[in-house]
């Protein structure tokens, strides 16, 4: 089992930033594949983001690509994404989400899911 557990949420102005951290426990945090996804209300999820464990590289959605990055800490086994330059449609709940092996695009494909943060963003 791996327990995850989001921060970091809150309310911003457009352009602003905010940092989200998942914390894991549990099982070897490195040998996990590490996603964010967001849900907006009504919507579908959908990725925002994504670690190889193996290279440590991350991929992003298109619509947050070179705003958003990624970071890891192995000794505090947390995640971070940092969220910048934000626009009133990246409003959502932020969840992070662990899968063994490989990372994915899919929420489906993820074992383990922490509880969410809200990211609200006003225009």
């Known amino acids: 089992q791996v327990q995850l557990v989001e921060s970091g949420g809150g309310l911003v102005q457009a352009g602003g930033s905010l940092r989200l951290s998942c914390a894991a426990s549990g099982r070897t945090f490195s040998n996990y594949a590490m996603g964010w996804f967001r849900q907006a209300p009504g919507k579908e999820r959908e990725f925002v983001a994504a670690?190889?464990?193996?290279?440590?590289?991350?991929m992003f959605a298109d619509s947050v690509k070179g705003r958003f990055t990624g970071s890891r800490d192995n000794a505090k086994n947390t995640v971070y994404l940092q969220l910048n330059s934000l626009k009133p449609e990246d409003t959502a709940v932020y969840y992070c989400a662990a899968r063994m092996v490989v990372p994915s695009r899919n929420y489906y494909e993820y074992d383990y899911w922490g509880q969410g943060t809200q990211v609200t963003v006003s225009s």
């Open positions: 670690l190889d464990r193996i290279s440590g590289g991350w």
